[in-house]
């Protein structure tokens, strides 16, 4: 064959391998919505794409419709709203009442799903910041009790003076919703980013490889590490999400629920990797609160949780338990970075 002959050959060959490549190649559909008080993105490969796309947005916006604490006719708005007197409320809400609970006291109350006045109070949901004197703060903090909230079959019930708030498991709760919805309508390959860094993934990415999932130099405006999931679900809380800066103090949005203030424990975000979104969602808003000593200790004393995490110090220092160590890895221009494993 001439040079020319086979050069034609050539590009003929690799015209048809790259036609076959395109053919072969899983239908992909993405969408962006705003629920839950955030911009949620979803990416979903496969036959049936489409339409699975169709009900989980669908099923974000229910959601959303339910449990917001700002909506007039959301559940959670009528439980707030109901002075102290039984609600009754979907299967739905009342199934994630009953596993945050679980939660709030299994992490000792450091989440709590009643630290709304709280929040309301710093401004968060109307952003009007302000930050409460000394004597407001002890008032709110009587205020936040999880113990006191009543769950019998599908009726609420709290003091009047108590507010529910599912900011914290919401999107998780979610990302565990939609994935077993996704894995119903087919779907084996799937990227669910549900909003301030809470992901659910389904599978791995089309070519079989693993999600790749950029972690947030909180200091900075890049990612500093890469964390590789497959079909896990990934949360962080963290302290450059959403605040607001007085007097050079930066006052963020989770709350320790002991004092009614934003949690100040040395740690600037927490991330957790976990077959449930929930426990990622729920964990890493309690381990912010905790910090990184306390943080540990909890994670070796709840192996039955089945998460790992990820804690950046307010010095930069990451702290990682081991089951993390090799799905993460430093980005560029991280390489120096001091890391911590701990079994
Ligand atoms: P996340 O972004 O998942 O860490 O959740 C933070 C959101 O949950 C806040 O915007 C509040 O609405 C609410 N929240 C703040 N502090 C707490 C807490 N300690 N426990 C439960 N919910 C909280
Ligand atoms: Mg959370």
Redesign the pocket.
């Known amino acids: 064959m001439s040079g020319a002959r086979r050069g034609a050959a050539l590009a003929l060959a690799a015209l048809m391998l790259s036609l076959s490549a395109c053919s072969s190649a899983p239908k992909k559909e993405e969408e962006t919505l705003f629920a839950m008080d955030t911009v949620m993105s979803l990416t979903l490969y496969g036959d049936n794409a489409r339409d699975a796309l169709a009900q989980a947005t669908d099923t974000l916006e229910q959601l959303d419709e339910l449990w917001s604490p700002t909506q007039e006719d959301s559940q959670i708005w009528a439980v707030n709203h109901s002075g102290g007197s039984w609600t009754t409320v979907d299967g739905e809400t009342s199934v994630l009442l009953q596993q945050s609970l679980e939660l709030c006291q299994i992490t000792d109350g ?4 009643t ?2 006045p709280a ?1 309301e109070a710093w401004g ?1 949901p109307s952003g009007d910041y302000r930050v409460p004197a000394q004597a407001e703060l002890d008032q709110l903090a009587s205020r936040i009790d999880y113990s006191q909230v009543e769950l019998a079959g599908n009726r609420v019930r709290l003091p009047a003076s108590m507010s529910l ?1 599912l ?2 498991v919401a ?1 998780g709760w979610a990302g565990e919703l939609l994935s077993q919805q996704l894995s119903e309508a087919g779907i084996k390959s799937a990227l669910l980013d549900l909003g ?1 860094s809470t992901i659910q993934t389904v599978g791995t990415k089309p070519d079989g490889s693993p999600w790749r999932i950029g972690i947030q130099d909180p200091a900075g405006e890049s990612y500093l590490g890469i964390l590789e999931l497959t079909g896990q679900a990934m ?1 962080t ?1 963290g302290d450059y ?2 605040y607001f800066e007085q007097d050079g103090v930066r006052y963020c ?5 002991a004092t009614a203030a934003p ?1 100040r424990s040395g740690v600037r975000s927490v991330t957790v990797v976990s077959s449930s979104a929930l426990n990622c ?1 729920a964990l ?3 381990l ?2 905790m910090g990184t000593e306390k943080g540990v200790a909890f994670w070796r004393e709840h192996p039955e949780l089945d998460f790992q995490a990820l804690w950046i110090g307010e010095d930069g220092t990451i702290t990682l338990t081991k089951g993390l160590q090799s799905s993460f890895s430093l980005a560029q221009g991280y390489e120096d970075r001091e890391v911590q494993v701990v079994s």
């Open positions: 450091a989440l709590d799903i630290a709304y929040v968060f708030d900011g914290a999107k301030q949360g809380s999400q959403r949005h989770i709350i320790d629920p949690a969602d890493s808003t309690a912010f609160v």
